[in-house]
């Protein structure tokens, strides 16, 4: 046990380093684990510091990677890191972070690609007015800060939802007996008072999904700002981008610092401005995550202008399955805004019945709108092509 | 009755598969780890993979009381942990006036007295020790609950605020699973050992269903595993079989009288392994028939 100690230690600061959330607890829970386990069973083992040092799936394969190659040979004494011991290409991607983890090559990330931030927002009323209907696509650089500056003062009023819990509230609707009695203790058991409780609500949880491919590459940019501002303003976002794949962004953006979070997103990030493949990400979003993020209420805002380069294959399916596992499905459309929009695009044909709602997001008097809307509560509006 | 904790891991695999349960090691080893630990267990795992059965068959085998709570959205206090009765509280009130009773001490004491408090599932498991508690799809309950079950898994103590602190004697087994509908949050995780119950390879799919329906020839039996394991691999069904549906599947065909897998039946019965039109609909017809064909030969 004495010999495996710092070994532990050493093996939980590359879990941490390969991005996972080790820390002393976990490698405590380690070392008392493997006290009942025997040191000849490996997979014993290695289930055993699974169970304690990891706590969900998606760190599985990271975990594994790491330790096969950190216990290779357990009767060793930790090693110091060997800089010629690269890994070789063919590696996965989960080896590689692992074997990076373990190298200690973590480089500090590059901060280049934002444009300059301009700090002499002085805009005048007149200017701000104009900036309300400018089209996101018309913007100039500096017109496009101030309206992301816009978009982070933005709230989001989603109707609440009522939970079964229940706060004191003397004008509350129902009788709280329990808080009665006790108050009724203090007079000897005479009730003088009855106290009373209502129903705590709080808003269903909210899902984006936004299309960051070529077409809309110019609303990407200010709607990932919409998403960001969005998720720190609330609890119970969840946000994903799609091109021709679907990531999930949730925990990138939940960085309160948008640069930031926006570093941590293009990292994860695989193809920015690439081609868009609306019903396959959709599907992949109905597989992976529909289960476990549409629970309890949740709305779902669909940003994309609808344009796939597969021909809408499977869009339409995809996309009736996401209507129907959620509460509200609202369609966001940058391509709404021509008065003559035609749905004639097969993805749009395709996605139009599905939805509950379809609303225009080009500028920041439409997204305004869009706000009123969210707290308009009902699925009344289902709009169909 | 089974030594507690069970020595070793070989220990506990034996147990769970006294009970008929077919563990594989690395799941054997969690629970013997959190047996020995005195640590939660937390399974997740797709839908029918058997991680409610672990704690039954722990709880059979052990033996131990299973106290089992079902999480639901908003569950409260109420539900989960203990409710004063407040009908005879206020009775006990008026029984104490006709009686004429004045002392205010004596009378609180003798409303929030112990038999007024009607226990649920947490405090069950609390007071009834030794107990195996199962949280059951955890991921349905909201993030409140949550927090109050850090209290409860911590201490293993509930407190109630007019009688006071009450402990386990024998802190309960604590098995909790999740669906995964919504991520269970960090701080639970990381007090509990964590588990993915993932499908089970053909081998073991063969003697869960040679435990859990004897009935089923072998052949079909082989026949419905290799159907099945083929339905999981790659992405084209929304929702493939868990182990569950592949049983009550072998059993809806015995009772239909089958010796072998047939594309008639299996197309009759596909609502038992499927649960989604689009995936029934994407099985019909040549499809079928060519599954059920490959099935037949992976298992012969």
Redesign the interface.
């Known amino acids: 046990m004495n010999a495996l100690a710092p070994n532990l230690i050493a093996f939980g600061r590359v879990l941490r380093r390969a991005g996972l ?1 080790v820390g002393p ?2 490698a405590l ?1 380690a070392a ?2 493997l006290g ?3 040191f000849s ?1 490996r ?2 083992f ?3 510091l ?3 040092m ?4 998606d760190h ?1 394969e990271v975990f594994d990677a790491a330790f096969d190659l950190f216990w290779r040979n357990p009767d060793l004494p930790i090693r110091p890191p060997d800089p010629d011991e690269q890994p070789p290409d063919t590696f996965p991607a989960a080896t590689r972070r692992a074997s990076e983890a373990m190298l200690g090559a973590s480089q500090p990330r590059s901060s280049a690609g934002e444009p300059e931030r301009r700090q002499d927002a002085a805009l005048t009323v007149s200017d701000n007015e104009l900036l309300q209907s400018l089209d996101f696509e018309a913007m100039s650089a500096e017109q496009l800060s101030e309206a992301k500056r816009e978009i982070r003062r933005l709230v989001l009023p989603l109707s609440e939802r009522p ?4 706060r004191s509230d003397t004008t509350g609707p129902r009788i709280d ?2 808080a009665t ?2 108050g ?2 203090r007079l ?2 005479e009730i003088a008072s009855i106290a009373r409780r209502r129903q705590i609500t709080r808003p269903p949880p909210l899902v984006l999904l936004c299309d960051v491919s070529g077409s809309m590459a110019r609303y990407a940019q200010i709607l990932l700002h919409f998403m960001h501002a969005v998720a720190n303003d609330r609890a119970r976002v969840h946000s994903f981008v799609f091109g021709t794949r679907l990531t999930n962004i949730t925990r990138a953006l939940r960085n309160r610092d948008p640069e930031v979070a926006f570093q941590a997103v293009s990292h994860i990030l695989p193809d920015w401005s690439g081609g868009t493949r609306i019903g396959e990400a959709l599907d992949r979003f ?2 992976l995550w529909a ?6 209420g949740a709305v779902v805002l669909l940003i994309t202008d609808g344009l796939d380069r597969s021909g809408a294959e499977g869009l339409s ?1 995809a996309a009736e ?1 996401l209507s129907h596992s959620c509460r509200r499905l609202i369609w966001l459309n940058p391509l709404l805004r021509f008065a003559g929009f035609q749905p004639r695009a097969a993805g749009i044909r395709a996605l139009l019945p599905h939805v509950h709602e379809h609303r225009q997001v080009h500028n920041l008097n439409s997204l305004r709108a869009l706000v009123a809307t969210l707290s308009a509560d009902g699925r009344s509006h289902r709009r169909s092509a | 009755m089974a030594e507690f904790p069970p020595p070793d891991i070989a220990a506990t695999q034996a147990l769970l598969e006294a009970g008929g349960y077919v563990a594989d090691r690395a799941l054997a080893t969690t629970v013997h780890l959190a047996l020995a630990m005195g640590r939660p267990i937390l399974l997740e795992g797709e839908p029918g993979t058997g991680k409610t059965e672990i704690a039954k068959v722990l709880a059979a085998q052990l033996p131990r009381r299973l106290v089992r709570l079902q999480c639901h959205d908003g569950m409260d206090l109420a539900s989960a942990a203990y409710e004063w009765n407040h009908a005879r509280q206020l009775m006990a009130i008026r029984l104490a006036e006709a009686a004429g009773e004045a002392d205010r001490s004596a009378l609180e004491r003798g409303l929030y007295d112990r038999r007024f408090l009607e226990p649920r599932p947490l405090l069950q498991a609390i007071e009834g020790s030794p107990a195996l508690l199962l949280i059951d799809e955890l991921d349905r309950a909201d993030e409140p609950f949550e927090a109050f079950l850090l209290e409860v898994l911590a201490d293993f103590q509930i407190t109630v605020p007019e009688l006071g602190t009450i402990r386990a004697h024998t802190p309960p087994v604590v098995v909790i699973t999740s669906n995964r509908t919504r991520e269970v949050h960090d701080a639970i995780r990381r007090r509990c050992l964590y588990h993915w119950v993932d499908y089970p390879d053909a081998a073991r799919e063969r003697a869960i269903l040679a435990r859990r329906a004897p009935d089923v020839p072998a052949a079909l039996s082989a026949q419905v595993v290799a159907f099945a394991q083929g339905l999981r691999g790659g992405d084209t069904f929304f929702k493939p079989p868990g182990v569950a549906e592949t049983v009550d599947w072998a059993r809806a065909l015995t009772a239909l009288n089958r010796r072998e897998l047939e594309p008639d039946a299996a197309e009759a019965t596909l609502g038992v392994l499927l649960k989604y039109q689009d995936d029934i609909a994407r099985l019909r017809g040549a499809e079928l028939a060519r599954r059920v064909e490959e099935a037949r030969e992976a298992a012969s």
């Open positions: 959330p607890a976990e829970g008392e684990a009942h386990v025997p069973d997979e014993a290695r289930a055993a699974r169970a304690t990891v706590h969900r799936r599985f939970t079964r819990r229940f007996l329990r009695l006790r009724s203790m000897g058991g109905n597989r289960r476990r993020v549409l629970g309890q399916e399955r």
